[in-house]
């Protein structure tokens, strides 16, 4: 490398680490944080050929990909299956990759598709033919389904204590909006980070889309960021009609669920967009009642912690779920719970989703203790505490939500709600019903 090219490099770096500070997306930095809990080790305890960081998610119908990681660049990107411990009658084999980030090599990351799958079953699976077996349930077919719904992970003792609440009780499918590791630039945090969940995210698929700790992006070097994200967590866009990793979308038992992506392009004019509208023309609401949408950085938001970062996007999107009767939205990015009733274009409005923002699984950086007053008659209810929240569906019309907050001992719920499916609200779906073109 010439010394020009170095010194360049070393200043961007130099400038990262000085400047960008995880918070450096905030808008108004000026909230008290409640104590952050220390960051959890979590070693690999394998050999360098053992599956490491193993994690599951959907990957279209009847399918679900199992990625991991390996020190050993020659394993195999292989993984056998069964519906009984240790007997595999099926195997199917995928890709790998790898990637560098300054000094950092990342260990080889595979990720292999298999299926068709039974609903509702009990798979046991080997990943690169040795290491110990791992076992996940694939989701139901039909109603009812239970989510788990935690973002801003992190990995710190409050996450522990989060994960173990979502842990105690049965449910199908994790999804996450965004803020996963809080890496933060420290490639070996990806590492632990995967360590840490694969009790959980080998278990149960795992749903993810990104927050402003995924980005990692330096100018000049690693414009395009997100190069650990991609390479680690990837998800089912190419099934879904998505020509990025950032955004996509999936069907789950009766249920369309769109996670979008914050920190890409939304404007009308962008690629997320014209996909979104797409996606959103092809959903039946016969064969999928509810339609639930993902990002990161909130659309409504009553807490000072980033307030009005999310505003362009709601401008450039909110009409095209609203048209579409999208029923929840959830967000992250604010370390808190806070959950809204039906709003369009910043009124109550009876065929709006109720927006929700979940940030408050454990990351590093403490809560964001203060709300804004007085506060919003939109805003139903709002805590600054640690917790997960749990979206029981029970069939096409009703489902009950619930917020567990992280008590010491237990998940003590602390709001909960009946949510009724928009879709069938007759008055929802007069002449304001968008045509494919309208949208
Ligand atoms: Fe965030």
């Known amino acids: 490398m010439d010394k020009k090219l170095?010194?360049?490099?070393l200043a961007s770096f130099?400038?990262?680490?000085f400047f960008n500070t995880p918070d450096s997306h905030a808008a108004s930095n000026d909230y008290i944080r409640?104590?952050?809990?220390?960051?959890?080790?979590?070693?690999h305890q394998g050999s360098k050929s053992d599956p490491q960081q193993v994690h599951v998610s959907l990957a279209g119908k009847?399918?679900?990909r199992i990625s991991w990681v390996t020190d050993d660049k020659n394993v195999e990107s292989k993984v056998e299956y069964g519906k009984q411990p240790e007997k595999y009658n099926a195997v199917a084999t995928g890709e790998n990759t790898e990637y560098e980030y300054f000094f950092y090599t990342s260990g080889t990351i595979h990720h292999v598709k298999i299926g068709p799958l039974e609903p509702a079953t009990t798979y046991y699976y080997r990943c690169g033919g040795q290491g110990q077996e791992f076992s996940f349930k694939t989701p139901p077919a039909t109603f009812p389904i239970e989510f788990a719904v935690v973002g801003d992970l992190g990995q710190t003792e409050w996450t522990v204590s989060t994960l173990a609440h979502v842990g105690s009780e049965d449910y199908d499918v994790f999804l996450l909006p965004g803020d996963l590791s809080y890496a933060d630039f420290q490639q070996p945090r990806w590492d632990s980070f995967g360590r840490l969940v694969e009790p959980y995210a080998s278990r149960r698929p795992w749903m993810v889309?990104?927050?402003?700790?995924?980005?990692?992006m330096i100018p000049i070097i690693y414009p395009h960021g997100f190069k650990a994200y991609n390479a680690r967590w990837k998800m089912p866009f190419e099934e879904s009609g998505s020509t990025s990793n950032l955004y996509y979308s999936f069907d789950v038992a009766g249920i369309h669920i769109l996670m979008l992506g914050s920190y890409a392009e939304f404007d009308h004019d962008s690629a997320q967009y014209r996909w979104l509208v797409e996606d959103l023309a092809k959903v039946?609401?016969?064969?999928?009642?509810?339609?639930v949408a993902l990002l990161h950085a909130p659309w409504y938001n009553?807490?000072?912690?980033?307030?009005?970062?999310?505003?362009?996007?709601?401008?450039?999107?909110?009409?095209?779920?609203?048209?579409?009767?999208?029923?929840?939205?959830?967000?992250?990015?604010?370390?808190?719970?806070?959950r809204f009733t039906r709003i369009y274009d910043k009124k109550a409005d009876p065929c709006g989703p109720v927006y929700i923002t979940i940030g408050d699984g454990g990351n590093r950086e403490g809560l964001a203790m203060k709300f804004k007053e007085p506060g919003s008659p939109l805003s139903l209810y709002r805590e600054p505490s640690f917790g997960h929240a749990r979206l029981r569906m029970l069939d096409e019309t009703r489902a009950h939500w619930s917020w567990h907050r992280n008590n010491d001992t237990d998940a003590y719920v602390a709001d909960e709600v009946w949510l009724e499916s928009l879709s069938t609200n007759a008055a929802c779906w007069d002449t304001t019903t968008p045509t494919k073109d309208e949208l």
């Open 209 to 216: 889309t990104e927050g402003n700790h995924e980005v990692e």
């Open 302 to 338: 009553t807490n000072s912690a980033h307030h009005g970062e999310g505003e362009s996007m709601r401008k450039a999107m909110e009409e095209v779920l609203y048209k579409a009767r999208v029923d929840v939205v959830f967000a992250g990015h604010v370390h808190a719970y806070e």
């Open 6 to 9: 170095l010194a360049l490099v």
């Open 34 to 43: 409640h104590p952050p809990r220390q960051l959890v080790a979590t070693p």
């Open 284 to 291: 039946d609401r016969k064969k999928t009642p509810w339609v």
């Open 14 to 17: 130099l400038f990262f680490l």
């Open 62 to 64: 009847d399918h679900m």
